[in-house]
């Protein structure tokens, strides 16, 4: 979520009123488009902000419903996501049973280091090629 966001930029908000953040003054009314994909590579919060490590947030006191916004993937206030529980939910009993019933390989001896994590820019941003894993159940064998 903070690597590879489902969409790089959040809902737009507006300004209710003149205001200044670390010195950029925004001015009433102004649209503000949150640019999370931006965020979660930004060096000057993240260490090596382009790997995938998941160790980095053990221990961490990091909130994902946005009051950390270090790492926002759900946004922020009221139009935060309203499935969020849902969503963490579920992606993370999928991904138990995935890994617990499935043993997986890349197809024709590829290494991890081979795979092509370019993205396409859109509302989305999905990968631009597909992943393609060969997975083997391996319950009851």
Same mark, same amino acid.
């Given at each position: 979520?903070?690597?590879?966001?489902?969409?790089?930029? =959040? $809902? %737009?908000?507006? *300004?209710?009123?003149?205001?200044?953040?670390?010195?950029?003054?925004?001015?009433?009314?102004? /649209? @503000?488009?949150?640019?999370?994909?931006?965020?979660?590579?930004?060096?000057?919060?993240?260490?090596?902000?382009?790997?995938?490590?998941?160790?980095?947030?053990?221990?961490?006191?990091?909130?994902?419903?946005?009051?950390?916004?270090? =790492? $926002? %993937?759900?946004? *922020?206030?009221?139009?935060?996501?309203?499935?969020?529980?849902?969503?963490?939910?579920?992606? /993370? @009993?999928?991904?138990?049973?995935?890994?617990?019933?499935?043993?997986?390989?890349?197809?024709?001896?590829?290494?991890?280091?081979?795979?092509?994590?370019?993205?396409?820019?859109?509302?989305?941003?999905?990968?631009?090629?597909?992943? =393609?894993?060969?997975?083997?159940?391996?319950?009851?064998?």
């Amino acid at each position: 979520m903070r690597l590879h966001p489902v969409a790089p930029l =959040l $809902i %737009p908000h507006e *300004s209710l009123e003149d205001c200044t953040i670390n010195d950029y003054h925004i001015p009433r009314k102004s /649209r @503000l488009l949150i640019n999370v994909w931006a965020i979660g590579r930004d060096p000057s919060v993240w260490t090596e902000p382009d790997q995938f490590n998941p160790e980095r947030f053990v221990g961490s006191n990091i909130d994902l419903r946005g009051h950390d916004f270090e =790492l $926002i %993937p759900f946004g *922020s206030g009221r139009r935060s996501c309203p499935g969020m529980q849902l969503g963490l939910t579920v992606v /993370r @009993l999928v991904l138990a049973q995935l890994v617990h019933c499935f043993d997986w390989e890349l197809p024709n001896d590829m290494l991890p280091t081979e795979l092509d994590m370019t993205e396409e820019f859109g509302l989305t941003t999905p990968r631009a090629k597909h992943l =393609l894993a060969i997975p083997t159940y391996r319950l009851h064998k």
